[in-house]
């Protein structure tokens, strides 16, 4: 999937949920609350980042009441947690409606490789968390106070609520490192 259809992607489920963008911080539980999903804790592998469980019309997906679940690994930091929930929003936006998934989708994020399918949820998760016009605006105002790439970095990473690796990645996708 091309990188201008999921940053598109990302900004509808922003509009869809209406979501109120006061803030630096993107509540990533309360857009996924409001697609409908049930976030919380789990205790999973070291290697197991997170996962996502969607099974249409069920009351119920592991003892609790929902159709739809989003679990993380409790042991993760609060920025990890956030790009998982992100990540996993971003499968049942551009992966769920492929029609061999209806009705039932299971999937566990772990680190070991990366395929076009999680590159693509991690693109998704980077522009719902670090949306491209505030990101880059945020950057060029620091950018103009004369911090260095680094400086900038700590303090984009702060603002968003993001790993300063997530932050540096971003930087490069939307080329603001000239």
Do not use: C
């Amino acid at each position: 999937m091309e990188k201008e259809m999921i940053e598109k992607k990302a900004k509808e489920v922003m509009a869809e949920v209406h979501y109120e963008d006061n803030s630096d911080e993107i509540d990533v539980i309360e857009i996924a609350k409001k697609l409908g999903f049930a976030v919380g804790n789990a205790v999973l592998k070291d290697d197991v980042d997170g996962f996502i469980i969607v099974q249409e019309g069920a009351k119920e997906i592991l003892g609790i009441e929902t159709d739809k679940l989003i679990g993380v690994n409790s042991e993760k930091d609060l920025e990890w947690k956030r790009f998982t929930i992100a990540h996993e929003i971003a499968h049942y936006v551009l992966h769920y409606s492929n029609e061999k998934y209806k009705g039932m989708f299971a999937h566990r994020d772990h680190r070991k490789g990366k395929n076009e399918i999680e590159n693509e949820a991690d693109y998704f998760a980077a522009n719902l968390l670090m949306p491209s016009e505030k990101f880059q605006e945020k950057y060029k105002e620091l950018e103009s106070k004369g911090l260095d790439v680094e400086e900038i970095i700590v303090l984009l990473s702060s603002k968003f609520v993001v790993t300063p690796l997530m932050t540096r990645r971003r930087i490069e996708e939307l080329n603001l490192i000239g």
